[in-house]
């Protein structure tokens, strides 16, 4: 390692870590300022020694988000502190290129993301039981997220958000199988409503409703329609689904599942989109830090000393820029508005090319 590496690599090693305490502080204060008021009702004793637990064991999942926005804002500091002390045009005039002034950046960009990788496929898996546990425990078991559940009769269904006190879903999805097991409907919903539950006297006639969604409809060649969309009065649907037992003991945190487990759900599920969106986005998102770097530092590297501030502005933009559209990809995927494979590498190829091309040229100049 040259005296080059190891000076710039201290100086993005310091950046790094004061970037990733305080972006972590933040991120923890704003969600609990918006979880206090849950806090302070649990009916427990130690509700301190409760939110600690809470905290810590989300703690791996908070680094998930926050790495590759951190990576790219210690390689900001990192550029601004050279150009700052008028160390960035020496280093370029004594023969040394842009782009091994910054390689040390990607290096820890590489770093990152391979640390990224390894939370999600070794540590999110096992903590994601306690995580649960943590929020059921707060929510006092009102509410479950990523709800995956099947009936009686094999069909399966998807809710984001599930509250059991009216027994209403958000962002709902059902495949519906025939008895040859070949799927022959597919129903997306904004909301879904149990509006029937089965008793003891009829324990298969349940009903529920979906609202705001499209319907759609296999051939027994698998080929589906257009899709239609659901009536204004929702569309009705007969299950023995129970909303009361709906997700205790059945819930799959999908977030927490390894590439195992996803391959072994879309292999079970293969007409659900839930787990191939997933399967993609586990493969794609790591490459996140080193795109933001390829993105930011042509960007950020040419600020000068009085637009510091420029330079955290652009930060921002790029993370908040990649962020939003994972999150409209993802969304979408789920929804079954765009492919699987599409849904998760949209960003990563996007953000790529107009990475590579902005780096590449800012090298030439």
Known sequence: MKILDRYTGALYAS??????????????????????????????????????????????????????????????????????????????????????????????????????????????????????????????????YNVFVSDASGN???????????????????????????????ITAERAVCETPPDAEHPGRGAWRFYDGVLIRYKPNLERDAGAPLPPEGYRLETDLDPVNLARGEKIGTTFLTLPQILQMIDDNPHTPLFPVR????????????????????FVATTRRQNLFIGVGACLVISAGYYILQFL????????????????????????SIGFVLFFRWMKT
């Not at 059991?164 to 709902?172: D, G, I, K, L, T």
């Not at 508005?337 to 949209?346: N, T, V, Y």
Request: charged share 15%; aromatic share 14%.
């Open 15 to 144: 950046a790094f870590a004061i970037f990733l305490v305080a972006f972590l502080f933040l991120y923890l204060l704003i969600d609990l300022v918006g979880r206090v008021d849950d806090f302070i009702d649990l009916p427990i004793g130690n509700r301190l020694l409760f939110a600690v637990q809470y905290y810590l064991v989300r703690l791996p999942l908070f680094l998930t988000i926050l790495l590759p926005m951190v990576t790219l804002f210690a390689a900001m500091f990192a550029c601004h502190r050279l150009a700052k002390s008028n160390e960035l045009l020496p280093m370029v005039s004594a023969g040394q290129s842009l782009r091994r002034v910054t390689a040390p950046f990607f290096a820890a960009g590489a770093l990152v993301a391979a640390g990224g990788a390894a939370l999600e496929e070794w540590v999110m898996p096992d903590l994601g039981t306690w995580i649960v546990r943590t929020e059921n425990v707060l929510r006092r078991g009102n509410e479950d």
């Open 329 to 352: 990809c993802l969304d979408g995927g789920v929804r079954g508005e765009i492919s699987p494979a599409l849904a998760g590498w949209m960003p990563p190829l996007l953000f790529g």
């Open 156 to 186: 399966t269904y998807y809710f984001f958000k599930y509250q059991y006190s009216n027994f209403e879903a958000q962002r709902a999805f059902a495949a519906l199988f025939g008895p040859d097991r070949k799927i022959e409907r597919l």
């Open 279 to 298: 399967l993609h986005n586990r493969l794609a998102a790591p490459l996140a830090p080193l795109l933001l770097l390829l993105l930011g530092i042509p």
